[in-house]
């Protein structure tokens, strides 16, 4: 069963930092992309950023280009969203999300709880 | 960036009667080499996050009920419900994947009349 267990939101102030977490399971890690969307209070779904399988091609949304970074840890079975320079437009739910193929481009199959993220 | 587009924003349907959804993309999502639309449909329920519906533009996804399905091409697309069940009422998405950013449209609201 794929199970994705996000951790690490919080409230946080202007200008402040987060890592956000997501621990894997019941899938071949290594073998999907990964990708954080997010989804203000009452507001539509927000593509922010997506990692390939093996770590090397990662994408941004322009409002987390230069603030947010991707990562993965394929030995951890662990995806990541460091968010620097957090603004209060950045309030949110944060959901880790699987992608179907080992590449960025394919459609998301399964998306975590989500983490709130607020920015006060 | 392109820009997805639905129609119409909020949808109230009979139980038992049909519901379509339409969703149009600023620019083709047509993949040539391999002849995939990279359009996928997402359906949310309060409270909860969104689940895979429709991928491709018309392959269902698994344990998804046959009532739901997907066709389009290009850059026009349509989630048709063929008859509304109570637990269908959810927020319906469309999303491209065929170019970054990967852009969602706003969400069509569907409710029972």
């Known amino acids: 069963e794929v199970q994705l267990l996000e951790s690490g939101g919080a409230l946080v102030q202007p200008g402040g930092s987060l890592r956000l977490s997501c621990a894997a399971s019941?899938?071949?890690?290594?073998?999907?992309?990964m990708s954080w969307v997010r989804q203000a209070p009452g507001k539509g779904l927000e593509w922010v950023s997506v990692i390939s399988g093996s770590g090397d091609s990662t994408y941004y949304a322009d409002s987390a280009k230069g603030r947010f970074t991707i990562s993965r840890d394929n030995s951890k079975n662990t995806l990541h969203l460091q968010m620097n320079s957090l603004r209060a437009e950045d309030t949110a739910i944060y959901y880790c999300a699987k992608v179907m193929v080992t590449n960025a481009y394919g459609p998301v199959d399964f998306w975590g709880q989500g983490t709130l993220v607020t920015v006060s | 960036d392109i820009v997805m587009t639905q129609s119409p924003d909020s949808l109230a349907v009979s139980l038992g009667e049909r519901a379509t959804i339409n969703c149009k993309s600023s620019?083709?999502?047509?993949?040539?080499?391999?002849?995939?639309?990279?359009l996928t449909w997402y359906q949310q329920k309060p409270g909860q996050p969104p689940k895979l519906l429709i991928y491709w533009a018309s392959t269902r996804e698994s344990g998804v009920p046959d009532r739901f399905s997907g066709s389009g091409s290009g850059t026009d697309f349509t989630l048709t419900i063929s008859s509304l069940q109570a637990e269908d009422v959810a927020v319906y998405y469309c999303?491209?994947?065929?170019?970054?950013?990967?852009?969602f449209g706003q969400g069509t609201k569907l409710e029972i009349k």
């Open positions: 019941g899938f071949t890690f290594s073998s999907c992309a």
């Open positions: 999303q491209q994947h065929y170019s970054i950013p990967f852009t």
């Open positions: 620019q083709s999502v047509l993949y040539s080499s391999n002849n995939k639309n990279y």
